[in-house]
């Protein structure tokens, strides 16, 4: 069992960044495939980044060049560094992990993740 735990979250002015954290409570570094979600309220849960469990990245089109998903193995914890951060941005992030090894093509789909996070706000001003 797996549970997962965000941080860092918070309030930003426009082009400012933030590193959020994902803490697991069980090992994630092999076997997994580990992802970022966001959701805004109203709208669909939309995948941010994801990372597979030999390395490979993927992320969504309006975040390329500016968030980076990495991850420890050490500390078992995954991490979202975002930069230049605009106002639509401005979501509850969530972490997501599933025991599978899934293709990295099909990692920013939020329907195939087992275990997610509470969640962590990021708000971003002009």
């Known amino acids: 069992q797996v549970q997962l735990a965000e941080s860092g979250g918070g309030s930003v002015q426009s082009g400012g960044s933030l590193r959020l954290s994902c803490a697991a409570s069980?090992?994630?570094?092999?076997?997994?495939?580990l992802g970022w979600f966001r959701q805004a309220p109203g709208k669909e849960r939309t995948g941010v980044a994801a990372i597979a469990s030999d390395g490979t990245s993927t992320y969504a089109d309006f975040v390329k060049g500016r968030f980076t998903i990495s991850q420890d193995n050490a500390k078992n914890t995954l991490y979202l560094q975002m930069n230049n951060l605009q106002v639509e941005d401005t979501a509850m992030y969530y972490c997501?992990?599933?025991?599978?090894?899934?293709?990295?093509?099909?990692?920013?789909?939020?329907?195939?993740?087992?275990?997610w996070g509470q969640g962590t706000q990021v708000t971003v001003s002009s």
């Open positions: 997501a992990a599933v025991p599978v090894l899934w293709s990295w093509q099909f990692l920013l789909r939020a329907n195939i993740y087992r275990y």
């Open positions: 069980g090992y994630i570094g092999s076997r997994y495939s």
